[in-house]
């Protein structure tokens, strides 16, 4: 994590110190929640609608941190305290990141995309980590405060940052590629997440496709070629890009330059060949459900052999890999049924594909769980009926759902779907007991919805899992 002076941290920040004394005060960190302050570090109070981090900063010194920022439109504490001054504590958390990383040997690979950031970020860092050392984005921490938090926990001997760049609004992805400048670029794919506020799918691959605004010249995008949006975007004569950079292609279609073959899947996850003219045809697996994670692994393998990690502990690192919790999350519970948690978030596309792994499961019944898909816009309502007629009676014996917008799949389902095997509820106890009644050994229930919904809380009596 970083480590200077206080006069290091006023000089990287845009600040200036309140007293010349604390200019060789060591700083060791950087916190912006007072509740969490680690000995040593440096206390950023942000400043936001119903909140104010001013107010603690007094707390914060108090409970070990060496220092903090204070922002220049806020009256002086009373008590003498080792500050530096800044014109916003934001902009200088930010500032601070984009210098630090500066100062550091490292290369840095960032990814975006409407699905699949998460695991294929986890899957990009198992991969880098059998040769390099790695620091990685820790859960959501993907926004203007996380990621130049996450930077700046980052040990100062990290050979290949791997940060995840999340977005809800064109901008944020620009902001977050040039504070950190990567060397590589990954999106994964281009969704209908955010419709709500950016509109269209194209809209959404704009704002996706400005994380190689900042990449570095020489870098390189590694992207889905089987989405025209992103070409159609890449090519969009305002579409900012470095003078110099390369593009590398994953996705079913034979014009990628990563093509899977042969994708098997089976009890634990996926497996697949992939045939080179230098390497040949080579195996991998990995712990996950679907066929949209073969393409997440893709998305890796080609960061992989980038780096030139040598193809045996590629393959290794895939088939160990450790991913965030709730993204098709396979536990077996204490009563003999499996559970496929995938309730971290949700869009239609991402719904169908857990739908595509439920129907693929062997034996017992498929119980679907399906909950409201948020900030999907004007469309809302025709999106979730869309995803509920896209539902097979053969591949899904029960559909249930949660939400008024879930409701709206139900609908969806009930013109083609027989009527006793399609079930809504808008309590959340009801619908536990519900399943409580049905749900036999063997059986398989997935779980999906937005995050907001909360929907692994119905399973809790059978299962506790932390996230």
């Known amino acids: 994590m970083i480590e200077t002076n206080l006069q290091g941290i006023a000089s990287m920040c845009g600040g200036e110190l309140l007293r010349a004394q604390d200019e060789q005060q060591l700083i060791t960190g950087v916190c912006t929640d007072s509740r969490q302050i680690a000995q040593g570090g440096l206390f950023v109070p942000l400043v936001g609608e119903r909140f104010d981090g001013h107010t603690y900063v007094e707390q914060a010194i108090a409970d070990g941190a060496h220092a903090a920022l204070w922002q220049k439109d806020h009256p002086l504490p009373k008590a003498p305290l080792p500050l530096v001054l800044v014109e916003d504590t934001l902009e200088a958390l930010q500032l601070l990141a984009s210098n630090y990383i500066r100062t550091l040997p490292v290369k840095v690979v ?14 990009i860092a198992s991969v880098l980590s059998r040769t390099f050392r790695v620091h990685k984005t820790d859960g959501n921490f993907n926004n203007h405060i996380g990621l130049p938090l996450t930077v700046l926990r980052m040990p100062k001997d990290t050979d290949i940052a791997v940060l995840e760049m999340g977005m809800s609004s064109r901008g944020e992805i620009e902001l977050l590629t040039k504070l950190v400048h990567p060397d590589v670029a990954v999106i994964t794919n281009v969704g209908e997440a955010h419709l709500l506020q950016l509109g269209s799918r194209e809209e959404i691959a704009r704002a996706k496709m400005e994380i190689i605004s900042g990449l570095k010249p020489d870098g390189v995008l590694i992207c889905h070629g089987d989405e025209p949006l992103l070409a159609q975007v890449f090519n969009e004569e305002q579409t900012e890009k470095p003078a110099s950079m390369s593009v590398i ?67 290794a690192a895939m088939s160990s890999a450790s991913i965030s919790g709730m993204r098709i999350e396979k536990t077996v519970t204490k009563d003999g049924w499996i559970l496929l948690n995938d309730a971290y978030n949700a869009s239609p596309t991402a719904m169908k594909a857990a739908l595509d792994v439920l129907a693929s499961v062997k034996g017992g019944s498929r119980i679907a769980i399906l909950g409201d898909m948020l900030e999907l816009g004007p469309r809302e309502v025709e999106l979730h009926e869309e995803v509920g007629a896209g539902i097979s009676a053969d591949t899904v014996d029960e559909l249930i759902t949660y939400g008024k917008l879930g409701a709206a799949i139900a609908k969806g389902a009930k013109g083609h779907f027989p009527a006793e095997a399609v079930h809504s509820f808008d309590d959340k106890n009801a619908l536990r007991d519900y399943l409580l009644n049905i749900v036999k050994p063997g059986d398989t229930v997935l779980l999906k919805a937005s995050r907001g919904m909360k929907l692994e809380e119905i399973v809790e009596p059978w299962i506790s899992t932390e996230h």
């Open 110 to 123: 960032a990814v975006t995309g409407s699905n699949g950031k998460t695991t294929t970020k986890d899957l």
């Open 249 to 315: 292609t994953f996705g079913l279609g034979i014009h990628c330059d990563y093509r899977p073959e042969g994708i098997m899947q089976h009890e634990d996850g996926m497996s697949f060949t992939l045939t080179s003219p230098s390497i040949g045809t080579s195996l991998y697996s990995i712990p996950l459900l679907g066929r949209h994670n073969v393409l997440n692994a893709l998305a890796a393998l080609a960061v992989g052999r980038l780096f030139r990690v040598p193809e045996p502990m590629i393959s």
